[in-house]
């Protein structure tokens, strides 16, 4: 049975050259970080990119910009359909066969939910 080396328990990847481990220890660029984190996400990377950049820096530098940023959508998403279900449950539509009248309210109901959601999860130091 082979013995792990450090690395292989560490979980650190590493390459052999001459005999010699060297680890592999790089940051992940931040077009690889901000890659499949919704629309949310990539709307607080930007947010945070202007209006925080040493923060930005550090969150690309230590490789959390992506997990923070999945965080920030996760949340954003839960947080707008509450309001928009809450807000849907408290407004119905008088005729309820009226697609029209449905989609207003809908779309009403995304509208605002959005707002808040940019304002309360997106726009705030995560």
């Known amino acids: 049975m082979k013995e792990e080396t450090i690395f292989e ?8 050259v001459d ?21 949310y996400g990539r709307m607080w990377i930007e947010h945070i990119k202007i209006t925080y950049p040493q923060r930005y820096r550090s969150l690309v530098r230590f490789g959390e910009l992506k997990e923070r940023a999945e965080m920030v959508n996760e949340t954003a998403y839960e947080l707008l359909e509450d309001i928009e279900v809450g807000w849907l449950n408290k407004h119905r539509p008088k005729n309820s066969n009226s697609f029209i009248e449905q989609l207003q309210l809908r779309n009403q109901a995304r509208m605002m ?11 705030q130091f995560h």
């Open 113 to 123: 939910a959005e707002e808040v959601v940019l304002h309360d999860v997106v726009r």
């Open 19 to 39: 005999g010699i481990f060297y680890p592999i220890l790089s940051v992940p660029s931040e077009d690889n970080q901000c890659l499949n984190v919704g629309k």
């Open 9 to 16: 328990k560490l979980g650190i990847e590493y390459q052999e």
